[in-house]
Nanobody, 115 residues
Framework: QVQVVESGGGLVQPGGSLRLSCAAS????????MHWYRQAPGKEREWVAT???????TYADSVKGRFTISRDNAKNTVYLQMNNLKPEDTAVYYC?????????WGQGTQVTVSS
């Protein structure tokens, strides 16, 4: 049984930082690409960042230079370090494990950026 579980969301002031974690089980974690998406109220889900099994990282333009994705294969965990947060970063953040046609989603974690 595959499980993908996000954690680390919360309320933070503009300019602040948060680190999201996503732990996956039931898969051979190291061979999966890991992805972060987000969905703001009333908007479609959008891609945020990807880290491949070879640890190549890519980012959406809206977060480039502020967010960093990383992975720890020994812990079956992917992270999203979010710095200089803005109110427009407010969303539910989802983690996904993908390999070929397989895709597994987490339940999401809420990030709210507000003063």
């Amino acid at each position: 049984q595959v499980q993908v579980v996000e954690s680390g969301g919360g309320l933070v002031q503009p300019g602040g930082s948060l680190r999201l974690s996503c732990a996956a089980s039931g898969i051979i974690f190291r061979i999966y690409g890991m992805h972060w998406y987000r969905q703001a109220p009333g908007k479609e889900r959008e891609w945020v960042a990807t880290i491949t099994s070879e640890t190549t990282a890519t980012y959406a333009d809206s977060v480039k230079g502020r967010f960093t994705i990383s992975r720890d294969n020994a812990k079956n965990t992917v992270y999203l370090q979010m710095n200089n947060l803005k109110p427009e970063d407010t969303a539910v953040y989802y983690c996904a494990a993908r390999r070929m046609v397989e895709r597994y989603w987490g339940q999401g974690t809420q990030v709210t950026v507000s003063s």
